[in-house]
Structure formats: C-alpha cells, structure tokens
C-alpha cells in the first residue's frame, strides 16, 4: 500500500513537471495572423486593413481618469449625446 502511495505521488510529480516545462498552446492561435495585419499597414499609420480585407480606422475616442480613479471616455464637441427626458408621472 505504501509503495503505490509513493509511484502516484511520483507519477503526479512527472506530469506536474511535464506541465510546466511544455505550455498549452494559445487560445488564439488559430485566429490571429499577425503577417496579415502588419503587413496591410500603409506608411502613414492611418487605414489598415483587418484580416478579411475590411477597412479599419483609427479609433477618435479619448479617455481620461475621473478623481475617483474610474475610467471615462472623453467626447469631441461635435459628438451629440443622447439624454433622458424628464420624467413623467
């Protein structure tokens, strides 16, 4: 009994050992193609293109951290937001 005790604590060391040195593979990894996208990157950094050969911009938003530590985005002044009425009872 106490010989299987010691080659299961063995057995679980390899394969705790085994783990650690090989690492799963990326979840991603059939996903992303990074050739694809850094390559379709003009000189001047302002359109891409995504992986299916869509038009990407750069993104306009802003954003900046209230007192409170809580991020918030910041709109340009020609961004109209859209506001709640007043209640009605």
């Known amino acids: 009994m106490k010989a299987l005790a010691l080659v299961l604590i063995a057995l679980a060391m390899l ?11 990326p979840v991603t990894a059939s996903r992303s193609q990074p050739a694809v996208l850094a390559a379709s990157h003009d000189s001047a950094g302002a359109d891409i293109s995504d992986a299916y050969g869509n038009e990407v911009t750069n993104a306009v938003a802003e ?3 209230d007192p409170t530590g809580s991020l918030y ?4 002044p020609q961004i109209e937001l859209p506001h709640l009425g007043s ?3």
């Open 63 to 65: 954003y900046s951290l």
């Open 73 to 76: 985005e910041l709109h340009s």
């Open 15 to 25: 394969a705790f050992a085994a783990g650690r040195i090989v690492p799963p593979p």
């Open 87 to 89: 209640p009605k009872s």
